[in-house]
């Protein structure tokens, strides 16, 4: 199965999600979207650095450079509160969109309401 | 990691363009690589590694561009944020500061708000006398054209003459110095209402006046010189007038009025902004034709000179127009022009002057005490200044947030000072005296308030900012590391031990200057007018109109008035002049005395001249010094009296009796004997000059227009009430006015009392604010040795010596302060000393009580501060540190 391309608005979430436990570099981010999605979703790399940078400046991330075990210097991202806020809220809300749209999706015939032309 | 509210207290997220550019850089560079380390363990070849890194990364031209306008957003929109976030910080933060310490913030807020205020609301009072004295448009091209005696006036007295009509149509056809020239005249008139006469003032102008004063009727038409030529009898109303006994209805147009003995007709109404050019006059009820033609008038005449022209041009033009128009050669021989500015008709103009120079002491006292309040403050507040230096925030970050404290600060205290002005000048000008009413215009002058705001909050500012920055800068390291607050420096410590000597001289001179003043116009109060004023009244006959034509018929009124007054019986003494006792009339001609050279015969000399009974001397109290009062009043017997300063100009100490004098026009005129010399009369009131020459010749039944009956009453309200009643049951139609002699002489001290009132006021506040510098810096001075106080306590030294060393210092400056300042008083009191009445220039008395109330305030200003000191146990004061 070829890599879904990732629906508009879910990019930054999937970012703050990386974001979660602790902060990561870009890369970070990039590698940890590729495990956990098993390959799924296919996302350009300079597109994450464009939702990071738009996190950022919406307050829901904050930046700081450090070192990676490399002894290599990153730009380490992590969540604000504001973010860690937005995250909870926009995941509640994501689900039960894709709940419905499930729902719809399979539900067998019977169990919808008939359309008028039939 | 540092938090965000840390960092930006610190300052230390602020960043420039190339290097978040660079961060970009660093970012992709990084990525690409790991990203091609990754693709190489799963077994790529570098070179293919790398170019799939760069696929799966996107095209790299675009891309790059979006991700730097992307940190570009991004570092816009964070910066705004950060300001508006350290802006908010900073306020709370100097609203937090400021708060802690709410008496300090309290004394520097009130400090700026006097000083702003009071300089403002003062200096808007001087100004509209002194800077403004007319309210019209080009008020700084305004002259008033007088004339003058061009050769000898013997007599010293100096006088200014109107202009005649025809001397004025010269200049008004010739001159090309003047943009316009108006005359005005004023005079009474009594309104024929159906009861009574009542008096009104009226003035005379030219058709032009209204527009040259930048005005226009409100109601109707101004009146034109075809008006005026025809003689018609035209009248516009002051709005006042129009307002209050019209009831401001637009259908008197075209009514009539009567005033004296003719009727006229209302043709317009004048607004109450058209102000007349005579200082202190209110503005007239009624506005009258001047007629330009009319060869008998004399008048005031204004000028509005073309811009550039000068007074001394404008003299020798107006001169010259003069001697050319041959229509009067007598008066080009006689008279020069004299051009005189508005300001020069204020009286008292050297007290207001330096009342504006009072103005400026107590900003300057107000400025140096902010200074020290803030540099007092800087000191208190180096080790926290210290500690944020050294922790690392930038100069520019400590910088802004003194600044927003400062600026806080000083406009809280600069809004306080405007509505602190507002009120002041309200209040000044409430309290001005009738001789200055022309203050009830007076507004706000915004240059002295943007001024003295400036100078203030500019000084608030720098003392405030750039004397912590340069704390905080300093010592940063040695203060944190030694963990002692270290004395800010002995530098700082001799600038505010300078401003302290500053206010006390400056605190010193203004003593000194309000003390006099209060001595002159208390002296003033009691001074000796040669005459008593007290229960006198002038009951002033109008005898002008056409039911008093005959001499006989004037005779009448007079003789019957006076002998219905003597039955009243309430009345301790009745004498009859030509002229009420604070007027005055003149003769004109060449004076000759008896027995001295006689002077040329082109000598114009004026001499005041009184027309009055024998009993006057009694009625007013006026001794005789030599000789007696009149004991032949007919013309025949030519007898005069002379007063003290007449018989010592030309007798010195000997006797001038007997000797003989005349003012003639021709060499016919009569010789008039000396019979008496009768003391100086102040009827004017102390300020103003009373030794001038001046003769008395019997009032007998020569044609006069007015007359004046002076009554001495017991001093009740009752008796004049009787009077007033007594003189309209005589006859309703006769124009009479009833004055209080005594109120004329008290309205010539009202301005310099007004001076001494304001001045002192003034003064009181600079010694305030003077002992709120010298407190905070001794309170501060002490504090400072606060620990040191407890050591030496400890160690067992008496208490008294350690107070006395403290007082000792405090002492020392307010000392060394009024020094300075009683020399700089003793060098300033000679500019007005021509304006104080019986105090000598060297006054010891005002020198002394400004020593006095000095150090009454520095020894209070010391002995609080210190005696904190003393109470606090000297264990706590020692671990303070």
Redesign the interface.
Known sequence: MPALPVLKGTLDLLVLRALNWTPMHGFEIVSWLEQAAHGALDVEDSALYQALYRLEERGLLSAEWGVTGNNRKARYYRLTSAGRAYLRAETKSWVRYAETVTAILTAPRNSLPAGDAA | ?IR?GVRRFFNLALRRRDQWER?VE???R??LA??AE?FAAQGMSPDAATTEAMR???PLST??A??LD??R??EH??QR?EFLADLKQDTSFALRTLGRQKGWTAVTVATLALGIGATTAVFSVVSSLLLHPLPYPHADRMVFVYQEPSTGNSTGISVTITPSAPVVRAWMAGSHDFEALEGYNSSTVMLQTRDQPVKYQAAQIFPTFPRFAGEKPILGRMFTAQDIARRDHLVLLGEQLWRTRYGAQRNVLGTSVTLGDSTYTVIGVLPAALRPPVIGDAPPDFWMPLDVNNNNLGMMLLGRLRPGITSAAATSELDSLVARSGTDAAAGALFRTRLAQPSDRVRFRDSLTMLSGAVLLVLLVACANVAHLLLARTAARHRELSLRAALGARRARLFRQLLTESLLLTTAGAALGVLLGWMGLRTLVAMRPSSLDELRVAHLDTTTLVVAAALTVLSGLFFGIMGAMQSAGNTAQNTVRTGTAISPGRRSERARGALVVTEMALSAMLIVGATMFMRSVSNLQHADLGFQPRGLYAVNLDLSSSRYATAASKAAVITGLTQQLNQLGTLRDITVAGDPPNSMSFSIGRFEVDGETPPPASETSFIEVKSVQPNYFRTMGIHMLRGSAFTDTTAAAGQVIVNEGFARKHWGAQSPLGHRLRIAQSDSEPWLTIVGVAADVASFGPTMENTAPMLYTPFNDMVLRSTSIIVRTGGNAASIARVRGLVRAFDPHLPVTIENVEDGTATSIATPRYVMLTLSLFTALALVLAAIGLYGVMAYAVAQRTHDIGIRIALGAPRRTVARSVILRGAALALLGAAIGLVAAHWGTRLIQHELYGVAKSDPVSFAAAVIVLLGAAAIACVVPTRRALAVDPITAIRAE
């Open positions: 990691m965000d961060e660093d970012e992709i990084l990525h790991l990203r990754q799966r990364f996107g891309s790059r979006r991700l992307a940190a957003h991004r929109h964070m944020t």
